[in-house]
C-alpha cells in the first residue's frame, strides 16, 4: 500500500463523549511523519459530520465520502478532528442497544474491517499500527472499559493507558451499566462482562469461563515462549453481535448466545470454549503480529482455528476436540471449497475490505486450519513451534505476510516450504483419495490408493482396517502422485471397512471401497474411536452429496447407526445433513429421522446433555403425527430430566409454528414469558414459519429491510418450510428482485448471512432464475458469490 510506504503514526489520542442520547462525539489527535516532504494523502471518516479538522493548525475542506484529504505534509504533522455521528443499529462501528428487560443503553465498539473510522478518524489499514490512547465521557453511574487497562477515573471521565501499537480494527471499547466480575490469573488481569439483566446467567458460569480462560492462557505461554502482551484480558458477552466473537485485544467480545441462560449440552459447552481459545490464540495471531494487508486474512484465521481446537484437546476440557473439528469445522472447509466461490487459502488480489469481508469463510478458517495441522505433522512439531516462536520475536507489534511466515518456519525447518506453500495455500480445490482393493473369492488381496483432483498433493496418513469382529489395523502410508501401494494390508476378513485418512492426519475428500460401504451399517455402531466415527461420517455425507451414495443407503447408515452415536457434536451434524439436505428435498421421509431420534432419546440418561440434544434434535425434524407429543412437552409432559426452559421451549414452539400446530397469540404469550432480545428474535423465527399468508408477508418485509441484522436474520432462518410451498412459491422470484436491497445499510457480514439464509434453496424454479441474475454485468460481486454458490448447490441436488 502506497500510504504505508509514505507514513509513520507514531500515536493515536481518542477521546468520545457517549452522554448524549442519539449521537456521539468523537475527538482525535494523529500524530505521524511522513517521507516525502509536500505529498498529500487522506485519512478515514465513515459516517461523520465534521465540526473542525486541523492538519498542522491549518483547517481543512470538508471530507468526501470517507475520505479527508490532507495535502502538503510536512516531515512530522499532526491532525485533529472533532465529528459527530449517530450509533449503530447494524452493528457496525459505536453500536447502541437499549435492554428490553430494564430499559437500560449499552454502547460496544465494533472496528474490523474498517469500521474504526465510525468512531475516530485514522488511517484505516492494518499496516499503519500506532498506539490508541483512549478517554470516554459517560454517565458517571456506567461502566467503561477499553483495550487498555484503565489509568485513571474522574466522575464520567474515563482516561485508559496507550495501548501497544494497533492496527485501527483491533480498536473497541464497551459503555453502559454492565455487570462485571474480575479476577486474575498468572499476573493478567481477568474481566467477565453482560447485561446487568444478564447476571444471573453468568454467574454459575463465571468459575467455568475464569478456569477456561487461565487454562488457555498457560497452553499459549507454554507453546509460543511469549507471554501475552496487553495486560489485562477483559470478555463480554454483548448485545445484537452479528458475528461469533471477536478479537480485540484486551477487550474480546462475544455474542451474547454464548452467555447460557437455559440447560446446555456439552457440545455446546466445549464449543464455547474453543471459541474462547481460537479469540485468545488471536491475542497472538493477528494482534501482536498483524497481517499486512487483507490477502492474508488467513494469517489471522488460519491460525487461531487450528491452535484453538488444538488446545482444546491438549488442555483435556474437550477431549473429543479433533472428533468435533472433523465433523463440524473441517466439512465446511470442504463444502467451501466445492463451491464456486472457492479460492486458495492465501489468495492474491484481494482489493479490498469488500473482497476480504467474502474471504472470512470455511476455506481462511477450516481448511487453514487443515493445511496447518498437515505442516505440523510434515515438520515435526517441535520444527513447527520453534519457527511460530521466532515468527512472534521478529514481528512482535509489526505485520507480516505468506513470505515472511514461509521464510521463518523455513528457517527452522533447513528446507524451503515454497513448494508447500503452493500446493496448500496457493491453490484451491480438495483432492479425493479412493481406496480400489483387488479381490480373491471376496477377500482383500492388496489395496492400491487413487489421488484425483488438481493439483496433486502429497498426502501423509493412516489406513485402517476395522473389522466386524471388533479387531483392527493400521497402518501410516504416503501418497504424492495418482496411485500408491499400501504393502502389508492383506490378508482382511470379509466385513471389514477399510478407512483412509483414519487420524485425520491430511486433507483431502475419501471414498469407501464397496465392501466397505456394505459393512459399514455393521461396524460403525460399534466404533470406538470418536475421530474415526466423525471422519467416517464426514466420508459418507460427502459422497452423498457427490451423489455416489444414493440417500437410501444413508438413511439406512443413520438408522443403524446414529441412535447410538456418543459424540453431540457428530450427532447433531449428522442429522442436519440427514434433515437440511435430504428430508427437506423429499430424498429421503422426515419419519425414520424422528424415530432415530426417538430411539436415541430413549436410552439417554436422564437430566444428561445427551438427552437435551436428541430432544432438540427430535423436536427439529418432528413431523404432524409428532405435534400432540411436542404439545405434551410444552405443557409438562417431558421425560423425566428434561427441563423444558425457555430455550427448547422456543425450539419446540418454533417446530410447531411450522407445522400448523401454534398461533399468533401463542407466540406473543411465550415472548411476554421471555421479553429478551433473544426472545424477540425467536418469537421472529416462530411467526415467519407460521403456515399463513400474513406471517410470510410481514417476515419477508423483515428479513428485506429491516435494519437490524439479527431479526432479519430470524426471519430469513424459519421462512422456508416444507410443505407450505403454495404459501411461499411467490417469495422465489421476489428474493431475485429483493437481494439487492437485502445488502443496503446493513452490518456487511450480517447482510451476507440474510441474504444466504434466504436464498430459496429447495426451490428447482430458483436455478434458472439464479442463473439470469448471475449474466448480468453490473451484479453486485458479493451478490454474485451468494447466488452463484446457491445455484450450484441447487444444481448438484436437481440436476440428473
Not at 60 to 69: F, G
Not at 402 to 431: I, K
Not at 534 to 550: C, G, K, Y
Request: aromatic share 10%; net charge negative; charged share 25%.
Amino acid at each position: 500500500m502506497r500510504r504505508a510506504q509514505l507514513l509513520r503514526v507514531h500515536s493515536y489520542a481518542v477521546e468520545l463523549d457517549v452522554t448524549r442520547d442519539d449521537e456521539f462525539v468523537s475527538r482525535t489527535v494523529v500524530e505521524f511523519s511522513c517521507t516525502s516532504d509536500g505529498a498529500s494523502t487522506f485519512a478515514e471518516l465513515k459516517g461523520g459530520r465534521i465540526r473542525h479538522a486541523l492538519l498542522n493548525g491549518v483547517p481543512l475542506a470538508e471530507h468526501t465520502d470517507n475520505r479527508l484529504e490532507l495535502p502538503g505534509l510536512a516531515a512530522r504533522n499532526r491532525l485533529e478532528v472533532e465529528f459527530t455521528a449517530p450509533y449503530s443499529r447494524g452493528g457496525e462501528g459505536l453500536h447502541k442497544f437499549t435492554d428490553p428487560e430494564d430499559g437500560e443503553v449499552y454502547l460496544y465498539g465494533q472496528a474490523p474491517l474498517d469500521d474504526a473510522q465510525r468512531m475516530f478518524v485514522c488511517f484505516d489499514q492494518p499496516d499503519l499500527k500506532a498506539p490508541i490512547a483512549l478517554t470516554v465521557l459517560a454517565p458517571p453511574q456506567w461502566i467503561v472499559r477499553g483495550n487498555a487497562p484503565l489509568a485513571g477515573r474522574d466522575g464520567g471521565r474515563w482516561s485508559f493507558e496507550p495501548t501497544p501499537p494497533l492496527a485501527p480494527y483491533l480498536f473497541s471499547l464497551l459503555a453502559g451499566p454492565w455487570h462485571v466480575l474480575e479476577s486474575e490469573h498468572d499476573g493478567i488481569p481477568l474481566g467477565l462482562l453482560c447485561r446487568r439483566s444478564l447476571a444471573a446467567a453468568l454467574a454459575p458460569d463465571a468459575e467455568e469461563l475464569f478456569g477456561a480462560t487461565a487454562a488457555g492462557f498457560d497452553r499459549y505461554h507454554e507453546l509460543f515462549g511469549v507471554r501475552y502482551p496487553f495486560g489485562k484480558y477483559d470478555q463480554a458477552f454483548v448485545p445484537e453481535f452479528s458475528g461469533g466473537a471477536v478479537e480485540n485485544p484486551g477487550l474480546v467480545n462475544f455474542r451474547e448466545e454464548f452467555l447460557f441462560r437455559a440447560r446446555v449440552t456439552d457440545s455446546e459447552r466445549h464449543r464455547r470454549f474453543v471459541v474462547m481459545l481460537h479469540e485468545m490464540a488471536h491475542m497472538w495471531f493477528g494482534d501482536l503480529v498483524t497481517l499486512r494487508w487483507w490477502d492474508d486474512v488467513w494469517l489471522n484465521e488460519a491460525f487461531a482455528e487450528y491452535m484453538g481446537w488444538r488446545v482444546a484437546a491438549e488442555t483435556g476440557r474437550h477431549p473429543t476436540a479433533s472428533a468435533d473439528f472433523a465433523i463440524w469445522r473441517e466439512r465446511w472447509g470442504y463444502l467451501a471449497d466445492q463451491r464456486p466461490s472457492t479460492h486458495p487459502v492465501a489468495p492474491d488480489g484481494v482489493a479490498d475490505t469488500e473482497v476480504a469481508l467474502q474471504n472470512f469463510d470455511g476455506i481462511s478458517y477450516a481448511k487453514g486450519a487443515a493445511a496447518l495441522h498437515q505442516l505440523a505433522v510434515h515438520l515435526g512439531d517441535d520444527v513447527f513451534l520453534s519457527g511460530l516462536r521466532e515468527y512472534f520475536r521478529r514481528y512482535r507489534f509489526a505485520n507480516a505476510a505468506l513470505v515472511d511466515l514461509l521464510s521463518v518456519l523455513g528457517d527452522a525447518a533447513g528446507r524451503d516450504l515454497t513448494g508447500w506453500a503452493e500446493l496448500w495455500l496457493r491453490s484451491s480445490g480438495a483432492n479425493t483419495l479412493r481406496p480400489l482393493p483387488s479381490r480373491a473369492a471376496g477377500a482383500p488381496a492388496g489395496l492400491t490408493v487413487e489421488q484425483t483432483g488438481r493439483p496433486l498433493r502429497p498426502h501423509r496418513l493412516t489406513v485402517s482396517a476395522y473389522a466386524t469382529d471388533g479387531s483392527v489395523r493400521r497402518l501410516p502410508f504416503t501418497i504424492d502422485g495418482t496411485h500408491a501401494t499400501i504393502p502389508g494390508l492383506t490378508p482382511a476378513p470379509t466385513g471389514t471397512v477399510l478407512l483412509l485418512n483414519d487420524g485425520d492426519e491430511t486433507y483431502a475428500k475419501i471414498r469407501f471401497d464397496p465392501f466397505s460401504r456394505a459393512a459399514l451399517p455393521a461396524v460403525l455402531p460399534d466404533l470406538e474411536g470418536p475421530l474415526a466415527r466423525a471422519v467416517v461420517w464426514l466420508a459418507v455425507m460427502d459422497a452423498v452429496r457427490d451423489r455416489e451414495i444414493p440417500p437410501s443407503e444413508f438413511l439406512a447408515l443413520l438408522v443403524a447407526a446414529l441412535p447410538t452415536e456418543r459424540q453431540e457434536g457428530v450427532f447433531d451434524e449428522v442429522l442436519a445433513f440427514a434433515r437440511d439436505s435430504l428430508a427437506r428435498r423429499g430424498l429421503v421421509p422426515f419419519a425414520p429421522l424422528a424415530e432415530a431420534c426417538a430411539t436415541a432419546l430413549a436410552g439417554a440418561a436422564p437430566g444428561t446433555g445427551r438427552q437435551l440434544a436428541t430432544a432438540r434434535a427430535l423436536a427439529s425434524v418432528a413431523g404432524e403425527p409428532d405435534v400432540p407429543l411436542l404439545r405434551g412437552w410444552l405443557d409438562g409432559a417431558a421425560p423425566d430430566g428434561l427441563a423444558v426452559d425457555a430455550d427448547l421451549r422456543w425450539s419446540l414452539l418454533r417446530r410447531l409454528s411450522a407445522l400448523g400446530g401454534a398461533s399468533q397469540s401463542e407466540i406473543a404469550a411465550e415472548e411476554r414469558r421471555d421479553p429478551t432480545a433473544k426472545g424477540a428474535e425467536a418469537a421472529a423465527a416462530c411467526r415467519a414459519a407460521l403456515p399463513d399468508p400474513e406471517s410470510k408477508a410481514a417476515a419477508w418485509s423483515t428479513l428485506a429491510h429491516d435494519p437490524n441484522p439479527r431479526l432479519a436474520i430470524a426471519n430469513a432462518s424459519a421462512f422456508w418450510q416444507p410443505g407450505q410451498e403454495a404459501l411461499t412459491d411467490a417469495y422465489v422470484e421476489r428474493y431475485f428482485a429483493d437481494a439487492p436491497a437485502m445488502l443496503d445499510g446493513r452490518y456487511p457480514l450480517a447482510a451476507l448471512q440474510v441474504v444466504r439464509h434466504s436464498f430459496p434453496l429447495y426451490s428447482a424454479r430458483a436455478l434458472p432464475l439464479a442463473e439470469a441474475c448471475l449474466a448480468a454485468d453490473d451484479l453486485d460481486p458479493r451478490l454474485r458469490r451468494e447466488l452463484a454458490d446457491g445455484a450450484d448447490e441447487l444444481r448438484r441436488w436437481t440436476t440428473t
